[in-house]
C-alpha cells in the first residue's frame, strides 16, 4: 500500500493560485446596459444566488443592469422568513432576499412577472421586496428585447 506522506491540508493553506487572473478586468463603456433572467425556483440548486452575485458584479462594473424574474423566477423576489418575515430561519436562508436588496441599493433594477406571481403561486404584489417592480407577462419579451435591440449582454438563467 501507499503511504501518504505529505501533511494534512490546515486551516488557512491555499490550496489554488486565487491571485493570478488570467483575463483582463472587463468595464462598460458609458451607457452599456446588462439584463440578467431568472426562471429558476428559489433554493432549487445554486444558479439562482450565483447569477445574482454575477448582476451584482455586473453593475459594479458599471453596467446599467437589470433583473427579470419570471416563471418560478419570482419566487427569489418574495419576501421570506421564520417566524416572522425577515427573520432567518437557518444560515443562508435570506441570503437571496439579501442579495437583491444589495443590487436594488447599488442601483439595479428588479422586474416581477405579475402573472407568475399570482396565477403560478398565489402571491400578490405585497409579497415582493420592497423595490421590485410588478410588470405585466406581455412586459416579459419586451424587456429581452429591448435590451437585445441595445446590444445589452444578456445572461438568461434556468433551472431544468
Known sequence: MPKVTQPAHQKGDFLVDYEEKV??????????KALVTFHTI???GSIGFVNLLQATRLLRKGFETSVLLYGPGVTLGLQRGFPT???E???GHQNQNNQLIKFMAEGGKVYAC???LQALYGHGEGSLIPGIRPIS???VLD???LHRKEGALIIDT???
Not at 483575463?23 to 452599456?32: H, L, R, W
Request: aromatic share 16%.
Open 42 to 44: 428559489a433554493f432549487e
Open 137 to 139: 407577462p406581455l412586459d
Open 89 to 91: 430561519a437557518f444560515p
Open 23 to 32: 483575463f483582463e478586468d472587463v468595464k462598460a463603456a458609458p451607457g452599456e
Open 85 to 87: 418575515l425577515g427573520d
Open 114 to 116: 405579475r402573472f407568475a
Open 143 to 145: 424587456i429581452k428585447l
Open 158 to 160: 434556468w433551472t431544468v
